[in-house]
Nanobody, 129 residues
C-alpha cells in the first residue's frame, strides 16, 4: 500500500517562503504521477502542481506559476514543493497525491483529485498579511 506523508507546513508572513516535502513508501510501480493539492476552508480541493516521476515538464496552476516549484528526488521517493512569494490566498491544507504512472497520458487530468489513487493527510500552510 502506497503511503504519503507531508511535512514542512507552517505559518509565514506574506512574501515569505516554505518548502513542503512528501515522503512516499510502498511503491510497486516503476513510475507515478505525483501532485500537490490544497484546500482552504469552504473551498474545493484544487490542484497546485504535478510531476511525472518518469520525467517531463511539470504542471502548475496559473495561480502559482512563477512562485511555486515542484520537484522530486526519485532515489529518496520524495516530492517537494518550494513556495516563494507567498500570499494570504495561499493559506490552505496542502496534500500530496500519487497515481500509478500507467494512468499518465500527457497530464491533461493532473489537476483532477479523482484521478489520484493515493493521498497524504496534509500539512497546514498559513500566510499572514
Amino acid at each position: 500500500q502506497v503511503q504519503l506523508v507531508e511535512s514542512g507546513g507552517g505559518s509565514v508572513q506574506a512574501g515569505g517562503s516554505l518548502r513542503l516535502s512528501c515522503a512516499a513508501s510502498g511503491y510497486t510501480d516503476s513510475n507515478y504521477f505525483m501532485g500537490w493539492f490544497r484546500q482552504a476552508p469552504g473551498k474545493e480541493r484544487e490542484g497546485v502542481a504535478g510531476i511525472y516521476t518518469g520525467g517531463g515538464n511539470p504542471y502548475y496552476a496559473d495561480s502559482v506559476k512563477g512562485r511555486f516549484t515542484i520537484s522530486r528526488d526519485n532515489a529518496k521517493n520524495t516530492l517537494y514543493l518550494q513556495m516563494n512569494s507567498l500570499v494570504p490566498e495561499d493559506s490552505a491544507m496542502y496534500y500530496c497525491a500519487a497515481t500509478p504512472g500507467s494512468r499518465f497520458a500527457g497530464g491533461i487530468t493532473w489537476y483532477w483529485p479523482s484521478w489520484y489513487n493515493y493521498w497524504g493527510k496534509g500539512t497546514q500552510v498559513t500566510v499572514s498579511s
